[in-house]
């Protein structure tokens, strides 16, 4: 079970922290991601990260602004997120699944790709 949380509303250019704890499953050896879908858009891969070496990866529109970590001792998977603009808002999802591919292409996987979700944080950016 992975449970999101951290999500709320923030005004432009503010900073906000995601988290992602994962129960009955430790996190030694997955791809971890964080995914993101705004109204009438599709789910994006936002920024992954391999809980075996910490590799990580993040798209462009977030790339210098959104930093991954984990946790494995507590099975947890954060999300900084800072600079943020109207364009982030979405439901942001974590999701987990087997490192099959290297970090950048699990990334990129359509998000069906991905085995297991938590039930999402709202994200809202807006004066």
């Known amino acids: 079970q992975l449970v999101e949380s951290g999500g709320g509303l923030v005004q432009p250019g503010g900073s906000l922290t995601l988290s992602c704890v994962a129960s009955?499953?430790?996190?030694?050896?997955?791809?971890v991601g964080w995914f993101r879908q705004a109204p009438g858009k599709e789910r994006e891969g936002v920024s992954c990260?391999?809980?075996?070496?910490?590799?990580?990866y993040y798209t462009d529109s977030v790339n210098g602004r959104f930093t991954i970590s984990r946790d494995n001792s507590k099975s947890t998977v954060h999300l900084q997120m800072s600079g943020l603009t109207p364009e982030d808002t979405a439901v942001y999802y974590c999701?987990?699944?087997?490192?099959?591919?290297?970090?950048?292409?699990?990334?990129?996987?359509?998000?069906?790709?991905?085995?297991?979700w938590g039930q999402g944080t709202q994200v809202t950016v807006s004066s």
């Open positions: 990260i391999s809980t075996r070496d910490g590799l990580t």
């Open positions: 009955g499953v430790t996190l030694d050896y997955y791809a």
């Open positions: 999701a987990v699944t087997p490192p099959v591919l290297p970090i950048e292409k699990m990334c990129r996987l359509d998000w069906r790709g991905w085995g297991h």
